[in-house]
């Protein structure tokens, strides 16, 4: 038995290449020329191939590490002393890992750089390429399980099709015709108007980052998929801004601060609790309903939209859930929330509060059924019928969008009643 560790090619000098896919795992026997990872550059995406047979002992790199020629990629366990060459030249689909044996083997084998460049040329996926960006071996996975890989959206860097994208597609489509995928060509819509900009004036391209091509994605799939209605209402928050005022001055050295956020997490939270089939997910011809309320909520960062999730809201205080939530929006700034912080979502608030604005209509975070939206709380001139005079009240605007296959109007206009209760007076909350 003998350990070869197998390293980066030349990439044609490109550095801080990005690892796109891991497409091994550890205890994997692979054979020669399959593909271990995928790597993307500006330029292109490259699957790079074993160059050898042997079983996966060590991986080296996880998806969006950067790597350059000649870091260490995977160590494989091989049969013997293998005068296996690296995979030719002539083989379109192959490019030539460096690969040095270790531990009481050989020192690096290094490759010639201009043969392996000419192979690379012959690999990679192009930007000008019509079709969906997927490497071989996704595509092969998409033909074994007789999928068209064209109905797929890709969300790995740059739109790039990725297994996971594969399965999800899938699974969607096993789930039942409620989610059932949706194609431009059953909607028969005309094609996407492409004109030249430049014609008009000056233009810039940017790309869109990975957060917003994974957002949109699903903002898409969920726009086209799920019958949204919003119903929008006010609701009086003068006592409640007392309260938050209050608490806010008493919690002034532990250096908390309660928006009115984390009172619209708790309210609806106890929202749910009264009205289940809005703490539900469609399955099929079934409803899940969730016994626990988690909230997630839409947080907008450098790097695009993100929703984190704060669990057992039912269960948790303001101050703690005050405090969760300032820990939550810090890692979704600095881009270091993990995908366990934006999981088990049962409803989800989108709040541009402060920000401004009046009323909106906020896209459901599938696989939830509802969503609220909340602008700018203003003060209103509001008519008081025991005193016969208008009186200055804090009015907030709220828009409740939800998925009219599982929820209907008068049930919608009953919770968001039901909210506006609360809000209006928070000791309901403990009812
Ligand atoms: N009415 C009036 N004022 C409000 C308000 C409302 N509804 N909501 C918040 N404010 C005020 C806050 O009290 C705070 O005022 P001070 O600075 O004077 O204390 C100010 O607006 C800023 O609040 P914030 O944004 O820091 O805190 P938040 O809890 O309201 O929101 C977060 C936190 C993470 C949700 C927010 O930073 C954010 O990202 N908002 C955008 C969400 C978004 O993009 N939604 C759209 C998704 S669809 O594309």
Redesign the pocket.
């Known amino acids: 038995m003998r350990l070869q560790e197998i390293k980066v090619p030349d990439i044609g000098g490109d550095t801080e290449v990005s690892v796109v896919e891991v497409l091994i795992a550890v205890g994997d026997q692979v054979d020669k020329e399959q593909s271990l990872v995928s790597l993307e550059s500006d330029k292109a995406v490259i699957e790079v191939p074993s160059p050898l047979a042997g079983t996966v002992v060590q991986i080296n790199v996880s998806v969006e590490d950067k790597v350059s020629e000649n870091s260490p990629l995977v160590v494989l366990e091989t049969a013997a002393v293998t005068s296996d060459k690296p995979v030719a030249s002539d083989n379109l689909n192959s490019i030539e890992p460096n690969y040095d044996e270790k531990s009481g083997y050989s020192s690096q084998t290094p490759r010639p750089a201009s043969k392996a460049h000419n192979a690379l040329q012959a690999t990679v996926i192009t930007r000008s390429d019509n079709t969906n960006h997927a490497g071989p071996s996704v595509r092969k996975y998409a033909r074994e399980l007789g999928v068209d890989i064209t109905l797929i959206a890709g969300t790995g860097r740059k739109g790039r099709i990725v297994r996971s994208d594969v399965q999800t597609y899938v699974n969607q489509v096993v789930a039942g015709s409620g989610n059932q995928a949706t194609t431009a060509g059953e909607l028969n819509l005309i094609p996407w108007p492409k004109p030249d900009y430049s014609q008009y004036g000056e233009i810039e391209r940017k790309a869109l980052s990975r957060i917003k091509k994974i957002?949109g994605a699903n903002?898409h799939r969920n726009w086209v998929r799920i019958p949204h209605v919003t119903n929008h209402d006010e609701t009086d928050?003068t006592d409640l801004e007392s309260l938050?005022l209050e608490l806010n001055s008493e919690n002034l050295d532990a250096g908390i601060?309660i928006?009115?956020?984390?009172f619209?997490v708790k309210a609806c939270a106890a929202a749910l609790k009264q009205y289940p089939n809005f703490n539900a997910s469609l399955d099929g011809d079934e409803l899940v309903l969730k016994q626990y309320f988690n909230i997630g909520?839409?947080?907008?960062?450098p790097q695009g939209?993100v929703v984190p999730v704060i669990r057992n809201v039912d269960k948790k205080g303001i101050v703690d859930i005050a405090r969760e939530?300032a820990s939550?929006?810090g890692l979704?700034?600095e881009g270091k929330l993990k995908p366990e912080h934006m999981q088990g979502g049962c409803f989800s608030?989108?709040?541009?509060?402060?920000?401004g604005g009046t009323y909106?209509t906020?896209?459901i975070n599938a696989p939830e059924v509802s969503i609220l939206?909340?602008?700018?709380?203003?003060l209103k001139p509001t008519w008081n019928a025991e005193t016969l005079q208008f009186a200055p009240r804090?009015i907030?605007?709220l828009s409740l969008s939800w998925d009219h296959r599982v929820i209907d109007g008068a049930e919608a206009g009953r919770f968001l009643a039901h909210l506006k209760t609360l809000l209006e007076d928070f000791r309901r909350i403990s009812l």
């Not at 909520?297 to 960062?301: E, K, L, N, V």
């Not at 608030?349 to 920000?355: A, C, D, H, K, N």
């Not at 939206?373 to 203003?378: L, M, P, Q, S, Y």
């Open positions: 957002s903002l928050i938050r601060k928006t009115l956020l984390v619209l909520f839409a947080a907008d960062t939209l939530m939550l929006s979704a700034r608030i989108s709040s541009l509060g402060g920000i909106f906020p896209i939206g909340v602008c700018r709380a203003t804090l907030l605007p």
